[in-house]
């Protein structure tokens, strides 16, 4: 099956996708599958400056992965993955945000970085 994009998970999204029961986890991954293959707004929303959602509900409970897109390669688009909460409110936690957009501006930075030592 086609996917869209590739996903990276750095430490925090890896760590929050580890520390979810067996079936939560399960779930979490079945739906960014799906999102992968297809266009799924329920389950890959943008959401602004660059931040987009990955979106599971299971069983009343709504789970958040925040990401970014990475077209920067001559490969598939990445989607980075930078961390994972469970939302309480309708509302997104305007802290969580905050720390994709830093976590977006670090994998940049880190990014140049690497490159320009490569040459």
């Known amino acids: ?4 994009f590739d996903i990276l998970f ?10 979810l029961e067996r079936k939560q986890y399960e779930k979490v991954l079945f739906n960014i599958r799906k999102a992968q293959t297809g266009r799924e707004p329920e389950l890959f929303k943008k959401l602004r400056s660059e931040i987009w ?15 970014f897109w990475d077209k920067s ?3 598939k688009t990445l989607v980075i993955c ?6 309480k409110s309708s509302k997104l936690p ?13 994998y940049f930075i880190d ?7 490569r040459k």
């Open 111 to 117: 990014k140049q970085l690497s490159n320009s030592k």
């Open 53 to 67: 959602e990955f979106r599971t509900a299971y069983q009343g409970i709504q789970y958040r992965l925040l990401a």
């Open 10 to 19: 750095l430490d925090e999204a890896f760590e929050f996708l580890k520390n």
């Open 73 to 75: 390669g001559n490969e």
């Open 1 to 4: 099956m086609y996917k869209l």
């Open 94 to 106: 305007e802290r969580e945000l905050e720390k994709a957009i830093q976590m977006r501006a670090r």
């Open 82 to 87: 930078t961390h994972g909460f469970v939302k």
